[in-house]
């Protein structure tokens, strides 16, 4: 019986030097969640971004800041241990913006033409071979959605374009899918933000 409760105690007392060792992991290297990552990997520049966007994956990150008249674009890595980071642009070097779907723009500006769009076109070949507009709209919707990206032009000769993937990396969505809203909805509201700096 003697040796059988010191058996025990010496797996018990294993048992609890390992949990120690992993919460003392634990605390000593915190997971950042995505706002703290964001927060530090802003606050390198010492500037406040009051309007911030992150993408539905939350692998990237688009902040805004009025008054200093600047945009920083950072890369976050959730579920990694690599902290975030921002690369910082000011207002005048952001020449445009599109949205792109399936490899099609959605909507465009820039500041040279100031050529807008905003809707889809339905091509007419299409809707007659469908009988009427109400069985190619239920067609596009239907269409899987393999590529949401915000694209931005920048007078910079290191990186003149950075695109900003809006659809997580699961499986294609459809229009109809609430994932898909959201991403489009987020993605058209940095567009929208991006048409007002570039048209002021």
Known sequence: MLIFLMYMFAVLGVSLLLSAAVLQ?????????????????????????????ITPDESHLIALDEDGQTMAIGLLYPGHQEPATATLYTFDAIL??????????????????????????????????????????SMDNAEE??????????????TPVVSIPFLPRLLPARKTDSQYSAAFSEAQQVHERIRDIVSA
Not at 32 to 43: C, E, H, K, P, R
Not at 112 to 134: D, K, N, V, Y
């Open 25 to 53: 992991f634990r605390l000593s290297h915190p997971k950042t969640s995505g706002g703290n990552g964001v927060t530090l990997a802003l606050s390198a520049f010492n500037l406040k971004f009051p309007q911030r966007f």
């Open 96 to 137: 445009g913006a599109e949205i792109v779907e399936n490899a099609l723009t959605l909507s465009k500006v820039s500041k040279t033409s100031r050529i807008t769009t905003s809707a889809p076109r339905i091509r007419p070949s299409m809707a007659a071979a469908q009988g009427s507009a109400e069985s190619a709209q």
């Open 145 to 158: 959605i393999k590529e949401l990206t915000l694209k931005i032009y920048l007078s910079s000769a290191d």
